[in-house]
């Protein structure tokens, strides 16, 4: 992993405690999940897991929350019930909570704008990902919010760390600004 990440990544982890760098799983663009998980950097990262599309996704998530523990990786699910099953975080997609918050782990929530970012809040969300900030493979033509804008969402953010997913590349580390408590993405961690 780019050495120029893993320092901002625990620079950051000072001024804010929780794990700064998270890979997304994708089907499509990361079909070896587990093999991306076991090269992320212990105590400094997380997993938000996405099953869809997986074969066996049932077995994925077990094997990644093993993986997980035994490498110090926060983890979150983006389904509640499985989330709870694993005794893990959860992930509210559009800042909607869907589900208990977990008794254990962290509980984030995507926000694309304002109202997801307020409902992520209200949700008890600790962190959120606000997105997409530069222009990214998941969601091409959509409408980003560059630096400028995830710096004016980020400090309306209150309690919840802002993070900024989408587009994310160790150049553009020094553009978010001290606001930043993290950063999540998927291109970013496919690289050794």
């Not at 919840?160 to 580390?173: D, N």
């Amino acid at each position: 992993m780019d050495p120029a990440l893993i320092a901002w990544a625990r620079a950051v982890k000072r001024r804010h405690c929780l794990p700064p760098l998270w890979f997304f799983t994708d089907h499509t663009r990361a079909p070896a999940p587990l093999a991306v998980m076991a090269r992320l950097p212990r105590r400094l990262s997380g997993v938000v897991l996405r099953l869809e599309g997986y074969p066996a996704p049932l077995a994925l998530a077990m094997a990644a929350a093993r993986l997980c523990r035994a490498r110090g990786l926060a983890l979150v699910a983006a389904d509640a019930r499985l989330a709870a099953r694993l005794g893990v975080g959860v992930h509210w997609r559009g800042g909607r909570r869907a589900g208990a918050r977990p008794r254990r782990g962290l509980a984030s929530a995507s926000a694309h704008g304002v109202a997801q970012l307020v409902a992520a809040r209200r949700a008890g969300a600790d962190l959120a990902f606000l997105s997409p900030v530069f222009s990214t493979h998941s969601h091409p033509g959509a409408r980003t919010l560059g630096a400028r804008g995830f710096a004016a969402l980020a400090r309306r953010a209150g309690p919840v760390k802002p993070f900024a997913l989408g587009g994310i590349s160790p150049r553009r580390l020094a553009v978010l600004g001290p606001r930043c408590a993290g950063l999540g993405g998927i291109d970013l961690f496919l690289k050794p």
